[in-house]
């Protein structure tokens, strides 16, 4: 299982069931009492996210990992974000990360870049659909770059997308390949979060 995941539906049954599988597949208990849960439901203040670091510094108690469940992740704020997601970045070993929320747009792009995303239920009418192969030369990267360039505010919903795609891609079949374009992948994202032109983003990620 990818170490974290966002759950994205505004359905509260189809979540919990898609947590309780996701729970099994871990071995891990799905209960209120499980001390190996973290669960944030009510309170979404930085201090109680900073109380995370503690959380995973703890040896499991009865389970062979730990979760961190955050429900309804949208009402973390910036600072809260920003805080969680250096957990994110490293959670340790068998601790993972389960997010949920009805509006992934309200989470900020690297916590979503480092995230493996689940959907629930029918997807959005405006979602960018468009998935594209790794282009074979630099003539293909360059022909398919201007093509994705043409309004550069789709380009990071469209790494975002590809990003998910390989995650779960990496999931049904590991591989070397698609961990190194994963790799890529998260770097041109944080280029763009970081203010470099979306264009040089995009062109360092498809170029061979």
Excluded: W
């Amino acid at each position: 299982m990818f170490p974290s995941t966002i759950i994205q539906s505004s359905n509260n049954d189809l979540i919990d069931q898609k947590v309780f599988h996701l729970c099994q597949q871990l071995n891990i208990k799905y209960s209120p009492h499980n001390p190996d849960i973290l669960h944030i439901s009510e309170d979404y203040s930085i201090e109680n996210i900073r109380q995370i670091k503690n959380f995973l510094s703890q040896k499991p108690f009865q389970s062979p990992g730990k979760i961190i469940l955050i429900s309804h992740a949208q009402n973390l704020a910036p600072d809260a974000q920003n805080t969680l997601l250096k957990n994110l970045e490293d959670p340790g070993p068998n601790n993972y990360f389960i997010l949920t929320t009805p509006k992934i747009s309200s989470l900020i792009p690297t916590i979503i870049s480092r995230c493996l995303i689940i959907r629930l239920g029918p997807q959005p009418k405006h979602q960018n659909k468009f998935q594209f192969d790794l282009p074979k030369n630099n003539k293909e990267a360059i022909d398919l770059s201007d093509q994705l360039s043409v309004n550069k505010e789709n380009i990071l919903p469209t790494l975002l997308q590809q990003l998910n795609h390989y995650h779960q891609s990496i999931i049904g079949s590991p591989s070397k390949k698609y961990s190194q374009t994963i790799n890529k992948l998260i770097i041109s994202i944080d280029m763009i979060n970081n203010h470099i032109d979306p264009r040089f983003a995009l062109d360092y990620f498809l170029l061979p």
